[in-house]
C-alpha cells in the first residue's frame, strides 16, 4: 500500500529499485515512512520525480524530506548545478551536485 500519495509505476520501480540496491527491504513501514517524506518535500517545491533523482544520486538507503532540501541548498538556492566553464572545457570536478 503506497499511502496518500499518487505515484506512477515507474516512480514506485524506481523506489523499490532504490530499495533493493542499498539491500534493504521495502517493508510497510519503511514505506509509510517514505512516503511521508516524498510529501513533505513535495510541499517544500521538490517534486517526486526530482526527489527519487536526488536519492538515487546521493546513494542513500532511505529518503528524507530534509535531506534533499539541504541537498537542493548546496546548489547555492538554485535548482541547477553549478556548472563552471573555461573557453573550450567543463571542469568536471568543480560542478556542485
Given at each position: 500500500n503506497?499511502?496518500?500519495?499518487e505515484l506512477s509505476?515507474?516512480?514506485k520501480d524506481d523506489i523499490k529499485n532504490l530499495r533493493i540496491a542499498a539491500k534493504a527491504k521495502l517493508?510497510?513501514?519503511?514505506?509509510?515512512?517514505i512516503t511521508k517524506e516524498l510529501e513533505k518535500?513535495?510541499?517544500a517545491g521538490i517534486?517526486?520525480?526530482?526527489s527519487i533523482d536526488i536519492w538515487a544520486v546521493r546513494g542513500w538507503?532511505?529518503?528524507t524530506a530534509d535531506w534533499a532540501i539541504n541537498h537542493k541548498g548546496q546548489n547555492n538556492g538554485t535548482?541547477?548545478?553549478q556548472r563552471h566553464t573555461t573557453a573550450n572545457s567543463l571542469d568536471l570536478d568543480s560542478i556542485d551536485y
Open positions: 503506497w499511502g496518500f500519495i509505476e515507474q516512480q517493508t510497510q513501514r519503511s514505506l509509510n515512512t518535500a513535495r510541499m517534486g517526486f520525480d526530482e538507503k532511505a529518503f535548482n541547477q548545478p
